[in-house]
């Protein structure tokens, strides 16, 4: 498409805005008046040498970027500044050109490398977005000062052009960062052949150069966004990034399971560790101490928050960054691996009125789901929910939540009285870990709410002992307590190479099983593409649930509580442990004999 003969001068971008309302006629005489006075001052300071590693090649400053500076508010928006953004998008509708915002997560870095060469998309300020067929899609930011580029284009590459109206510092930012991709990356190698390691805490260090690799260079973005998507297509909970003396190692945790993927030369592991603390919003000169931060991101169409925590170690900054899926973390509950006693048990806990459901088992074993999807079930118009989270795992709309602050006062149990005044239906606390938050946890369910929260035991009957430790009264955890489960995760089979084989005897003896004549036949995975040569894919819950019955109350109105006296009355009310658990889904071919074991 090609614009018609008018030049974009700062006049007319300007009457352009005050037709559609974003500025007023006092602000449209003040850009008429000012603005060339402006572009010169502006064109002045872009003219300064600066000291970037990037090549800098000046260029004259645009219309919008001159009314940018003007820091003008929009007319009745209640003090809305107008943006670059709404400024192109405005000339982009008046001269019948396409808006586009530039998304560096969605452009093909190959598709913008290889149709422009870097000059020229720096000197036109225009960048390829789209090649199908014979035509390609160049955004640029000024469509009447391209003709020549349009016909050198057109006729070197025999190509038809479309034009898309972009931010100049949309495009600029595409081209700085894209198409320093394997340059960067080489240079930086070959100059830092020889440089300073001074993230290596031994004593022996080379004496070499001062280059160093910025951050916001394309090969380092592109880098952290391949991982990351690299991350989202094989289903990883965890990606952590590993320095070590002259390498850096990056693994995923998927299924449960640390996976080795890439070593990194050093030279790179500074400026991608930077990179993802400027995405989280990090301090990223502090490398001396841990940092916490989040992204938020999209994939496939669905939102995807990541919780990123830094750490120095020997050789530099390990990073590991924490993946919250939503169709994960918030399921149905029937998809958790509940048995159907369970299943009918855990649903009974939630719909009560009020009382403490506990949720229990070491880190990554599948509480937070749990929780969150319970949570989910709950939520509607007519409640309110309340959570304190250390850190909020993953921001939902539906909940009101809370993080720990401890620097500023906010803690659990702080925070747990202060949601009593706020009028709530539903309580979740992100782990119950003192005596002082068990105190307002129970306060909380004795005036009527409905408590979720988490604890760190072993199995659900030790939770009851776990809650006396920290103080509280065996009277009060039979009043509040609705019901305990003990969870773990365990590796389901790979459905493409699964193979039958049966238990052996010291299997079966270690297991407790009892002997049969034709034995017990299992499943195992032999390893394949599909599940990176594992035998598993996926994982599953497995669950131990308590219920408190009257015979669980009654031993714990007994002068002496023994944990041996609450397991037995839990078996004889029917409480499937979470051995027994495991052994049922490994006899049902959903999981190994090995997970078993391992996990229980």
Do not use: W
Not at 32 to 46: F, I, S, Y
Not at 76 to 98: Q, V
Not at 130 to 158: C, F, H, Q, W
Request: aromatic share 6%; hydrophobic share 40%.
């Amino acid at each position: 498409m090609t614009p018609p003969k008018q030049a974009l001068t700062i006049e007319f971008a300007a009457q352009i805005l005050l037709k559609r309302g974003l500025i007023s006629k006092d602000q449209y005489k003040d850009i008429v008046v000012k603005g060339d006075t402006q572009r010169a001052r502006l064109q002045r300071r872009q003219d300064v040498p600066h000291f970037s590693k990037i090549p800098y090649h000046p260029d004259m400053v645009s219309p919008a970027e001159v009314i940018l500076s003007f820091n003008l508010e929009t007319p009745n928006s209640n003090g809305k500044i107008l943006t670059e953004e709404a400024i192109t998008m405005a000339i982009a509708e008046a001269i019948g050109i396409p808006y586009k915002r530039l998304d560096p997560l969605k452009l093909n870095m190959d598709v913008v490398t290889s149709l422009i060469p870097r000059p020229f998309a720096q000197k036109y300020t225009i960048v390829a977005i789209e090649k199908d067929g014979d035509a390609m899609t160049l955004a640029v930011a000024d469509p009447y000062n391209i003709d020549e580029a349009i016909e050198n284009l057109s006729r070197t590459k025999r190509i038809k052009i479309k034009l898309v109206l972009s931010s100049k510092s949309d495009i600029q930012k595409i081209v700085r960062e894209f198409y320093g991709f394997r340059t960067a990356v080489m240079a930086a190698q070959k100059d830092l052949a020889q440089a300073v390691d001074i993230s290596n805490l031994e004593q022996y260090v080379k004496l070499k150069g001062h280059t160093e690799i910025d951050a916001g260079d394309q090969h380092v973005v592109n880098a952290v966004e391949y991982l990351l998507r690299y991350a989202f297509d094989q289903r990883a909970s965890d990606i952590h990034i590993e320095p070590k003396r002259d390498k850096s190692f990056v693994r995923l945790r998927i299924d449960g399971a640390l996976h080795y993927i890439h070593t990194i030369p050093k030279v790179i592991h500074p400026p991608i560790i930077s990179r993802i603390k400027m995405m989280s919003r990090m301090d990223i000169a502090e490398k001396r101490k841990p940092q916490d931060g989040r992204i938020k991101t999209d994939y496939k169409d669905k939102e995807i928050e990541l919780r990123v925590s830094t750490m120095p170690v020997a050789f530099g900054e390990k990073v590991v960054v924490r993946i919250f899926d939503p169709e994960i973390l918030l399921q149905d509950i029937d998809q958790l691996g509940f048995y159907p006693r369970e299943n009918q048990l855990f649903n009974s806990f939630i719909k009560r009125p009020n009382g403490i459901i506990l949720v229990t088992g070491p880190t990554g074993s599948g509480k937070t789901t749990t929780l969150y999807s319970s949570l989910k079930v709950l939520s509607s118009p007519e409640v309110n929910i309340l959570t304190i989270e250390d850190p909020i795992e993953m921001v939902m709309e539906e909940f009101n939540q809370v993080g720990v602050q401890p620097a500023v006062g906010v803690t659990f149990a702080g925070t747990l009285r202060t949601f009593l005044r706020q009028d709530p239906d539903i309580i979740m606390v992100g782990e119950v870990r003192d005596k002082e938050t068990a105190e307002a946890a129970i306060q909380a369910a004795l005036t009527g709410h409905l408590v979720l929260s988490t604890l760190h035991t072993n199995d659900a009957p030790s939770s009851i002992i776990r809650l006396m430790d920290l103080g509280t009264p065996a009277f009060l955890i039979s009043s509040t307590i609705i019901g305990i489960v003990a969870q773990r995760l365990v590796r389901k089979i790979c459905q493409q190479c699964k193979k039958n084989r049966s238990l052996t005897d010291s299997e079966i003896e270690y297991l407790e099983l009892p002997q049969k004549t034709k034995g017990y036949p299992v499943h195992y995975g032999e390893g394949c593409l599909e599940c990176r040569g594992t035998g598993y894919k996926g994982r599953t819950g497995i669950f131990e649930i308590l219920d408190f019955t009257d015979r669980m109350r009654a031993v714990l109105s007994s002068p002496k509580i023994e944990l041996a006296d609450i397991q037995e009355v839990a078996k004889a009310d029917g409480m499937l442990t979470l051995r027994q658990c495991a052994v049922k889904k490994m006899l049902e071919g959903i999981t190994t004999y090995e997970e078993v074991v391992s996990v229980t």
